[in-house]
């Protein structure tokens, strides 16, 4: 449960300089980066600590609500980070111990994010819990107001049912477009998601099936 969670009255009251050190200034008090990428129900990280070295010049949050595996996290980035402390690397990345399907707008400004991923998500099998899912038309409008025009939204299931729901609400809302199995085959962050993250893997060793739908945010029209 996440009733003892705490958040950010709005993004500015986020202490992002807890997460992210290396990038806070500490004559202007401010951060010279905000997060672009996150990666939402990250798990064990697997993808989010490929991003960090996939995309050195931004900053990647994974969201987790369990508190143990976020704190597997947290210590996977503090050994990285201080592995490869010369080379100054996985300083990017960071992981939030939050629930996604509440307040995002709290964490992040208005077209803050470029890319946001969901990496087999909880499927919630039954008819009566699909409102438990991740992916529904009223958290796509929160999704769509953090994420910037032409910022992406990157899903992957094995689960075909969830697959077919995350694409049909995707696709039935106004606010985004569909990419193309051509446009998937030539980006670096499918290719990543298809193999880098723990469940993927999973998957991979049982021989299951990976379905993928990505899309993209388009420009909210001049009378919204
Ligand atoms: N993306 C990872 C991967 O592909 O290996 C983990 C997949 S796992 C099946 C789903 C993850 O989402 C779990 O770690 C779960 O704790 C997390 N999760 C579920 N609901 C969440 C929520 N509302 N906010 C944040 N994380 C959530």
Known sequence: SDHRLDYPQEPSCMEWQKLYPHYFDETTGTMSKNVEIADIGCGYGGLLIQLATAFPEKLSLGMEIRVQVTQYVEDRIIALREQNKDAEQYQNVAVLRGNAMKFTPNFFFKGQ?????????????????????IITSTLLSEYAYVLR???????????????????KHLEEHPLFERKSVEWEKND????????????GQKVERNKGSKYVACFERLPTPEDC
């Open 149 to 167: 025009e032409g910022g992406i939204i990157y899903t992957i299931t094995d689960v075909e049912d969830l697959h077919k729901w995350m694409a």
């Open 188 to 199: 670096k962050c499918v290719q990543l998601m298809m193999n880098s993250t723990e469940e």
């Open 113 to 133: 994010l470029s890319k946001m991923f969901f990496c087999f998500p909880d499927p919630h099998f039954k008819q009566r819990k699909h409102k438990a899912r």
